[in-house]
């Protein structure tokens, strides 16, 4: 009888929400040098339009997608990250132009991460900074994240990138 409540008092451990004090949050850093000037690339990215064109966890955007987004608005992303299909709705929390701009998600009116684009200008064009964060909402989640999905979401990303930087330079295979 110890050992099933035991196991029972395991499993709660693990499924249980994190108390939002507890941070177990991931960072998934990917830079690319991009030889186009910072403020091409800020408004490119910042256009919600272009981002499954670059991005392969993208896989549709709609709102206001076809201009570069200001503080408070709105997007709703339908992704696929990590083997996971689900749909996102992105706020623009800042916005610097042409060096800083960052989102928040939210999937089911609960914290999902957030996205910032860092931008500066070097002799070639612009060093470009993907970083995405999110955090572990339970410690069964951070211990899949551990062992699979921090790889994955990081590949995916380093992919993303570096279709970003072929399509500006020109060197698009799409």
């Not at 339009?49 to 670059?54: D, G, M, R, S, T």
């Not at 076809?66 to 706020?91: C, I, M, N, Q």
């Not at 939210?106 to 996205?115: L, Q």
């Not at 410690?139 to 995916?156: C, M, S, T």
Request: aromatic share 10%; hydrophobic share 45%.
């Amino acid at each position: 009888m110890t050992a099933i409540l035991a196991l029972f008092a395991v499993i709660a451990l693990l499924v249980v929400p994190l108390p939002q004090k507890v941070r177990l949050d991931t960072h998934i850093v990917t830079v690319a040098s991009i030889q186009r000037p910072p403020a091409v690339v800020f408004d490119y990215v910042t256009t919600p339009a272009h981002w499954p064109v670059w991005h392969p966890s993208s896989l549709a955007v709609r709102g206001a997608v076809d201009h570069p987004l200001e503080p408070g608005e709105r997007v709703v992303e339908e992704f696929l990250v990590a083997g996971r299909r689900g749909s996102v709705v992105w706020t623009v929390i800042a916005r610097e132009p042409p060096r800083k701009w960052t989102i928040e998600g939210v999937i089911d009116r609960r914290p999902a991460g957030s996205v910032t684009y860092s931008l500066t200008s070097t002799a070639d064009g612009t060093r470009f900074e993907r970083e995405f964060t999110y955090r572990a909402p339970s410690l069964w989640f951070a211990i899949l994240n551990w062992l699979f999905l921090r790889a994955r979401i990081q590949a995916e990303s380093d992919e993303g990138v570096m279709r970003l930087k072929s399509l500006l330079n020109g060197t698009s295979q799409h």
